[in-house]
T-cell receptor, first 112, second 112 residues
Framework: NAGVTQTPKFRVLKTGQSMTLLCAQD?????MYWYRQDPGMGLRLIHY???????AKGEVPDGYNVSRLKKQNFLLGLESAAPSQTSVYFC???????????FGPGTRLTVL | RKEVEQDPGPFNVPEGATVAFNCTYS??????FFWYRQDCRKEPKLLMS???SGNEDGRFTAQLNRASQYISLLIRDSKLSDSATYLC?????????????FGRGTSLIVHP
């Protein structure tokens, strides 16, 4: 039981490049989330999903897209990376009714 | 007013001390409340759920005050290993989904 995994762990991009971050969970959770964490800002919700095939915007969705084609996977895409997207990205999953979230180890992204 | 507010600290306490953190929230319809612990450069991990009746887990006690819209975390007999950032999380129902909001975290440093 791996819990929540994220790939890659680290990535350096140049401005304008694209990439996809992968989150996978093996706990059969319905809810999945993508957050970014910046110094002094706490975790901010980018997008979330309440089930396979559904996604919704969070607090800071601009510049990101997501897809949830399979229940266990939640992908975060950056179509044209900007230096402002340099951050640590965390994925999480949870289930109703407890709403307790389980986090992946994070992806450290630097955009030059 | 921010949705979820915490004193960022740092709280600098000696081993064995008792320390308390508060977290205020603005949405009276909030439903679930949690404390997470985050170590430097690691993912957040659930410390405790917070129930209306209050709950205790060893040296940790969490309480919820719905009337005043705050939750608290009390740590007794602080250990060096308690040094971390403590994140308050409040979840509200929105359009059939449950949306979590994180506070920015309170930093605790326990010294010998």
């Amino acid at each position: 039981n791996a819990g929540v995994t994220q790939t890659p762990k680290f990535r350096v991009l140049k401005t304008g490049q694209s990439m996809t971050l992968l989150c996978a969970q093996d706990m059969n959770h319905e809810y999945m989330y993508w957050y970014r964490q910046d110094p002094g800002m706490g975790l901010r919700l980018i997008h979330y999903s309440v089930g396979e095939g559904t996604t919704a915007k969070g607090e800071v969705p601009d510049g990101y897209n997501v897809s949830r084609l399979k229940k266990q996977n939640f992908l975060l895409g950056l179509e044209s990376a900007a230096p402002s997207q340099t951050s640590v990205y965390f994925c999480a999953s949870s289930y109703y009714p407890t709403n307790e979230q389980f986090f992946g180890p994070g992806t450290r992204l630097t955009v030059l | 007013r921010k949705e979820v507010e915490q004193d960022p600290g740092p709280f600098n306490v000696p081993e064995g001390a008792t320390v308390a953190f508060n977290c205020t929230y603005s949405n009276s319809a909030s439903q679930s409340f949690f404390w997470y612990r985050q170590d430097c450069r690691k993912e957040p991990k659930l410390l405790m759920s917070v129930y209306s009746s209050g709950n205790e887990d060893g040296r940790f006690t969490a309480q919820l005050n719905r009337a005043s819209q705050y939750i608290s975390l009390l740590i007794r007999d602080s250990k060096l290993s308690d040094s971390a950032t403590y994140l308050c999380v409040v979840t509200k129902a929105s359009g059939g989904s449950y949306i979590p909001t994180f506070g920015r975290g309170t930093s605790l440093i326990v010294h010998p």
